[in-house]
């Protein structure tokens, strides 16, 4: 009953893969109906900030569509990406989490995006007196932590041995993928300075983990599992 009543509130979700729609059902799945009267959609264009470092948390948010960034300028005045969303996750729910009353980071669209809204004094009404949904919640937001402090301990040519692979994953075609991207573009994605983007793409072409045609880098399907198994590896050890 209930998922027919998000698929009716939410009627995008029809048109997502059935993977997304798992993740909307399992984690409204004890939501009351009054909350979900109150959800509102929109598309957000490319490069749209819609979250800003110490404003009200006024608003969660769910991308039910699209990828997001969240860019923090405290480390070297750099725009760093570090969030690569794998679940659901409310956007503005660890401030709930934690009890603060601004956010605590910049969010911005990196492609065009499909949000969902909530205020947040409904959604906290609603985790708060639901302790299933709280603990999915507090769950969902400790493993995206851990996951991007272990990201943030990376160093030099790992940083971007991630950035890689997840490209790979996302943008391969036929088990190719070609890299047109700027080193500047890079250096943002990572956080590393251009020095240290040259230094790692010279050393991964040296190791045969990428090639060289013109001005692309182009990863195949074996290089992409050899770079896969090094971020594995790291990550699991930091």
Known sequence: MK??????????????????????????RTAPLWLMDLFQSEIMEAGTTFIRENEPADTIFFVARGRVKATDYRISGIAYDFMKPMNLIALGGME???????????????TECIVTKLPRAQYEKWI??????????????????????????????????????????????NDILCIGESRQNMADETGLCL????????????????????????????????????????????
């Open 96 to 110: 709930v989490i934690l009890g603060q009353d601004t956010y605590q980071t910049t969010l911005q669209t990196e």
């Open 128 to 173: 708060y007196s639901d302790t299933e949904a709280f603990r999915l919640e507090a769950k969902l937001t400790c493993a995206s932590l851990l996951e991007e402090e272990r990201r943030n301990r990376l160093e030099g040519a790992d940083r971007l041995a991630v950035l890689f692979s997840e490209w790979f994953e996302k943008y391969n075609k």
């Open 195 to 238: 020095k240290s983007i040259s230094r790692a793409i010279k050393k991964f072409q040296a190791d045969q983990l990428i090639a060289k045609k013109g001005n692309q880098i182009c990863i195949d399907r074996k290089q992409y599992e050899r770079l896969k198994r090094i971020v594995d590896e790291k990550i699991g050890n930091v």
């Open 3 to 28: 998922h027919t009543y998000l698929h009716d509130v939410l009627p995008f979700l029809r048109e997502l893969e059935r993977e997304k729609q798992k993740q909307f059902e399992a984690y409204f």
